[in-house]
């Protein structure tokens, strides 16, 4: 079997509020293929979000192991793993995260900036990115001038400038109407199966959960593979129906 390319062993995170320890995860494993799409749910506060961060590198475990994209993410200095995110991981938010003073192309030109690029290429780039998001036409707009599902789209250009590795999506389509939500989730099936980007996404939705292939539940600290309804109407969806069958019903968890 192909190493996945993210491996979570026995992961434990507490956040600490002067003497007192709040425990979010707890001893948490989890394998993910290259090329998955996974909704991860879970009620509010159960720590999706801080999984999330894990996995993207923006936080770090109290202890467990974490590989993702062929690299032992906890032994990177601070430098190193900002170094790591940028070249691997595309973060899309719920609330987009775009900067209000720069258009559409220069917003997602931004990651670009760090690495030895062009400026013309930077610009071509990132105009390619528009286009494939249907934007093309609005790239000199600035975040205000922009509908909400625009914005997303255009934070989801931004994530993939860098062509990185994974896609981390927190609550994507939290701050969406039910039409730009489906165009958003369209888009993100799009590029997992198109492009073959792996996609792990937050969200509170079920709808939005059946884009994927597979729904892991966090609860109390712990990480169960959906099963049931949700799975069954995850696995109707014509895209993710091959899938399914070749995985026995769409659990991709080893534990
Ligand atoms: N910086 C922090 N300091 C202390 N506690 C925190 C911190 N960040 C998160 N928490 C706590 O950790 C728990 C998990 O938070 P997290 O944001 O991961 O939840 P979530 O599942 O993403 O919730 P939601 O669905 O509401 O976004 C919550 O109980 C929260 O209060
Ligand atoms: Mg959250």
Redesign the pocket.
Known sequence: MPEPIVSLVDVAKS???GQQA?P?LARISLDIAEGEFLALM????????????LIAGLDRPDSGRIHVAGEDIVGLSEAQLADWRARHIGFIF?FYNLMPVLTAQENVELPLLLTGLSARARRDRAELLLQLVGLSDRSDHRPSELSGGQQQRVAIARALVTDPTLIVA??PTGDLDRESAADILALLQRLNRDLNKTVVM?T?DTRAAQAAHAIMH?DKGELQAASGPELVASCQLPVVREICAASGGGNIADN
Request: glycine fraction near 14%.
């Open positions: 956040y600490h509020r709040v979010v879970g009620p509010s506060g159960s720590g999706k979000s801080t999984l999330l961060n719920q927190d609550e937050v509170h966090l």
